[in-house]
C-alpha cells in the first residue's frame, strides 16, 4: 500500500525513511518485509533459519520472542 507520504519520500529518494513510514503505517495496512516474514513464521509456513537468513534486519527479528 503506498500513501502520499510514502510517494513524497519515493519521489525525494529519501529511501531509508520508508520502514520507519511503513512501521508507523501499520494501522493503515502497511506491513514490513520483516513483519511479513514474521507473520509466515508464525504459521509454520518457513521455519527460524530460513526467516533470518531472509530478513532485512536477522539482529532485531533475533531479538523478538516468539
Known sequence: ?????IR???REQKFHQI???MQAGV???M???DDALVEIF??????????LSYA???GS??????
Do not use: H, Y
Open 19 to 21: 520502514e520507519s513510514m
Open 56 to 58: 532485512r534486519d536477522a
Open 31 to 33: 506491513v514490513t518485509f
Open 1 to 5: 500500500m503506498v500513501n502520499q507520504a
Open 42 to 51: 508464525k504459521k509454520g509456513i518457513i521455519d527460524k533459519d530460513q526467516l
Open 8 to 10: 513524497n519520500l519515493i
Open 27 to 29: 494501522k493503515f495496512g
Open 61 to 66: 527479528i533475533a531479538r523478538r520472542s516468539f
